[in-house]
């Protein structure tokens, strides 16, 4: 791994606080510490239990220094309440050794029991400075326990026998200093991982909601009063509810609830399939129990069985696309000879008229089977889309042009477009097979109806999207609503003579263009809208 040639600045390098929190605590237990024992000395010496229970070396030094200790110590407790600079709590452990040597040696040394506060204050030091700084604190306490005892013993021949306690306390000192380290150091390693985990699952969290967003199949957690505890957006979507969280179920999806006793009842039945309001798909719950702080909650998953149909229905179409490709001549072949003969035998001139009408009727479906056999196979043989940036109310314009010259007198094509330009990116082809069928259908239906047919083409934006929207709609019977869940699947026909193929490629179609094909309910005729993608996301 590349090492860096940065050098870190000595009062960052020697200053250590695994968080600013706990940094604050810290200097707080050491304001509190130092304020204790500048209270226990100045009541030691208001008390004048010094002179009895120490043998003093300066008794008015270690008085005024008792007082200076604590005043300097109240001071510097309001003064310094942030730990932000290395450098002031190097200053601030160094004025604490400092004064408690001079204490040290006015009690008279190693008999004063005093040495002790050196190695806590410097224990203290250590766990908020690190390094060097720590190190020097200690070596600071060390030497002062050692030059002090020396010095005492120039005037008081019995301390001479205290330097192996006084190198016994230094060594302490730098023993504290050492663990105090190595502690901190582990804490810091300690608290680094532990926000390393913390950000691992915050990130972890946030990805399981994002999964959980954009998942299709719709995900419930109830708690065993079947209040919802969690829901994501695919579940209310699916069971038509705008807020689900911390509502009941019962009160919003009775059929979901019924599905759920009947599991509670019997784990091993499968939920029988439900549709939550009107139009809305066919779910397949299932439910999971989930154990969650002590409780029994419920997980639910809710699958689309329509997606799942619609997909299982284009593995069966694409198999049977293949089959028919393989064949087509087999079926093709056999059907253009019947057909040819049928032909000509209605050429004879000696047929009676039934046996013509048989000839007809041989005709008619042979064509029709030829019909199906054609569509089939531009479903197995259909191309890749070339999208391209079409203009689409000038595209309209040619093409209703272009129909209105094929069409027949008693059928009109009527056009109405916003103005401005309104473009999109799209197979020209594939498009033009779109409209035409549709616009096709409409004519057909409204011409059973009135003596004229019609169709309305009708271009717009769509004001919540700003996605360019064709409706095609027509003024025949309509859709009757027991046929709409069937609309776009294939070989369904409301015609004994269509092969309901027509929607299903049109849709297919469509999606290979990124554009959309749905039907939207209106009285007085069916209605069909394309929502066509946006010229800049489209391919």
């Known amino acids: 791994m590349p090492?860096?040639?940065?050098?870190?600045?000595?009062?960052?390098?020697?200053?250590?606080?695994?968080?600013?929190?706990?940094g604050q605590r810290i200097l707080r237990l050491y304001h509190l510490y130092r304020l204790s024992v500048g209270l226990a000395l100045v009541l030691l010496v208001t008390s004048n239990m010094h002179r009895e229970l120490l043998d003093m070396a300066d008794p008015q030094l270690f008085r005024y220094g008792s007082w200076a200790y604590l005043a300097t110590n109240v001071v510097l407790g309001v003064l310094l309440q942030q730990?932000?600079?290395?450098?002031?709590?190097?200053?601030?452990?160094?004025?604490?050794?400092?004064?408690?040597?001079?204490?040290?040696?006015?009690?008279?040394?190693?008999?004063?029991?005093?040495?002790?506060?050196?190695?806590?204050?410097?224990?203290?030091?250590?766990?908020?400075?690190?390094?060097?700084?720590?190190?020097l604190i200690a070596a600071l306490a060390s030497s002062g326990l050692i030059y002090l005892t020396f010095y005492l013993s120039l005037s008081r021949p019995a301390a001479t026998a205290q330097y192996v306690q006084a190198g016994?306390?230094?060594?302490?000192?730098?023993?504290?200093a050492l663990i105090i380290q190595a502690l901190g150091r582990r804490l810091q390693q300690s608290e680094t991982l532990a926000r390393r985990h913390a950000a691992d699952v915050a990130d972890l969290q946030a990805l399981n909601a994002l999964i959980?967003?954009?998942?299709?199949?719709g995900i419930l957690v109830l708690d065993p009063q079947l209040r919802v505890l969690l829901a994501n957006p695919s579940s209310q979507t699916l069971l038509g509810q705008s807020q689900l969280v911390t509502q009941r179920l019962d009160a919003h999806c009775p059929a979901l609830l019924e599905r759920l006793?009947?599991?509670?009842?019997?784990?091993?039945?499968?939920?029988?399939?439900?549709?939550?309001?009107?139009?809305?798909?066919?779910?397949?719950?299932?439910?999971?129990?989930?154990?969650?702080?002590?409780?029994?909650?419920i997980l639910v998953f809710l699958e689309d069985v329509s997606q799942i149909a619609q997909q299982a229905q284009q593995l069966k179409l694409a198999s049977l696309g293949r089959l028919t490709a393989g064949i087509a001549h087999e079926i093709r072949n056999p059907l253009g000879a019947i057909s040819h003969a049928a032909q000509l035998l209605q050429e004879a001139e000696d047929l009676s008229a039934p046996d013509r009408r048989l000839t007809q009727i041989i005709l008619d479906h042979s064509r029709r089977m030829n019909l199906v056999v054609e569509n089939v196979l531009q479903l197995s043989r259909r191309r890749q889309a070339e999208?391209?940036?079409?203009?689409?109310?000038?595209?309209?314009?040619?093409?209703?042009?272009?129909?209105?010259?094929?069409?027949r007198g008693d059928s009109a094509v009527n056009l109405q477009c916003v103005s401005g330009s309104i473009q999109?990116?799209?197979?020209?082809?594939?498009?033009?097979?779109?409209?035409?069928?549709?616009?096709?259908?409409?004519?057909?239906?409204?011409?059973?109806?009135?003596?004229?047919?019609?169709?309305?083409l009708q271009l717009f934006r769509d004001g919540a999207t700003q996605l360019p929207v064709l409706e095609i709609?027509?003024?025949?019977?309509?859709?009757?609503?027991?046929?709409?869940g069937n609309l776009f699947e294939p070989f369904f026909s409301t015609e004994n003579k269509g092969t309901g193929l027509g929607l299903y490629i049109s849709r297919e179609l469509c999606e290979s263009n990124r554009a959309r094909l749905d039907h939207v309910p209106r009285e007085g005729g069916a209605c069909f809208r394309i929502t066509f993608a946006h010229p800049k996301t489209a391919s």
Not at 115 to 121: G, N, Q, R, Y
Not at 439 to 444: A, D, H, I, K, T
Not at 473 to 484: E, K, V, Y
């Open 3 to 22: 090492t860096s040639n940065r050098t870190i600045p000595l009062d960052r390098a020697d200053f250590w606080s695994p968080s600013a929190e706990q």
């Open 83 to 135: 730990a932000n600079r290395p450098l002031q709590l190097f200053g601030l452990a160094l004025f604490d050794v400092s004064l408690l040597s001079a204490l040290f040696y006015a009690a008279g040394g190693i008999p004063s029991g005093l040495a002790p506060l050196l190695v806590i204050s410097v224990a203290i030091a250590n766990s908020i400075l690190r390094g060097r700084l720590g190190l």
């Open 168 to 176: 016994a306390l230094g060594t302490l000192c730098f023993a504290a």
């Open 212 to 217: 959980l967003q954009r998942m299709r199949t």
């Open 261 to 297: 006793q009947q599991w509670q009842e019997n784990p091993a039945l499968r939920p029988q399939s439900l549709q939550a309001f009107a139009e809305g798909p066919v779910l397949q719950p299932s439910f999971v129990p989930l154990r969650r702080k002590g409780e029994r909650d």
């Open 387 to 407: 999208p391209q940036l079409l203009d689409l109310r000038y595209w309209l314009h040619r093409f209703a042009g272009e129909l209105r010259e094929t069409q």
């Open 424 to 456: 999109t990116r799209m197979d020209p082809q594939q498009l033009t097979q779109i409209l035409t069928n549709l616009v096709q259908n409409g004519l057909r239906h409204s011409a059973r109806k009135h003596d004229k047919g019609q169709v309305w």
């Open 473 to 484: 709609s027509d003024d025949g019977d309509g859709i009757p609503a027991d046929q709409l």
